[in-house]
Every structure is written in C-alpha cells, then in structure tokens.
C-alpha cells in the first residue's frame, strides 16, 4: 500500500515485498486504523480459499494491497456529484 506524497511526486513508503510481515507493517505504517480491514480480508482470502479449494483468492489478496479497491475508486469517481 503506498499513498502520495503531498507534492503528488511519489510514493510515501517503498513498495513492500509480497509477504504477509512486510504486507502488515507496510498499512501499520500508511495506515494503521485499516489493520483490522487488512486482516478481516485475510482472513476471508483463506477461507474463500478452502471453499474453492484453490490459492487463487490468497494470490488475489496478496496482489490487492498495492491498489486497494480500484472498483470502489472507480465507481464512485462515476457517480455524479449530486447524486444520492
């Protein structure tokens, strides 16, 4: 997870290697008030996991945290800034 810096030039932290200790240190720092997200969306990974009996949903979550919901970005830069 990176966020930019204040001039928009780069980003704050390094890009964390894809491992869980370097994954959770990486939001403790940027963001430590979405810890519990990050492990609620762990542990949905690992569950969803068993139930498809596949790593795919833990792939996904390891590759999810250097852009956090595009969809939900997306969506809502969509919406008119009127609408509600």
Avoid: C, W
């Amino acid at each position: 997870m990176t966020t930019p810096y204040a001039d928009g030039n780069g980003p704050s932290i390094p890009m964390p290697e894809l491992t869980l200790p370097a994954l959770r240190q990486a939001v403790a720092t940027v963001a430590p008030s979405r810890l519990p997200e990050f492990f609620d969306d762990l542990q949905k990974a690992f569950v969803r996991a068993g139930d498809e009996d596949s790593v795919v949903p833990i792939r996904m979550f390891y590759l999810l945290p250097a852009h956090p919901r595009p969809a939900a970005r997306t969506g809502a830069a969509s919406k008119p800034a009127h609408a509600d």
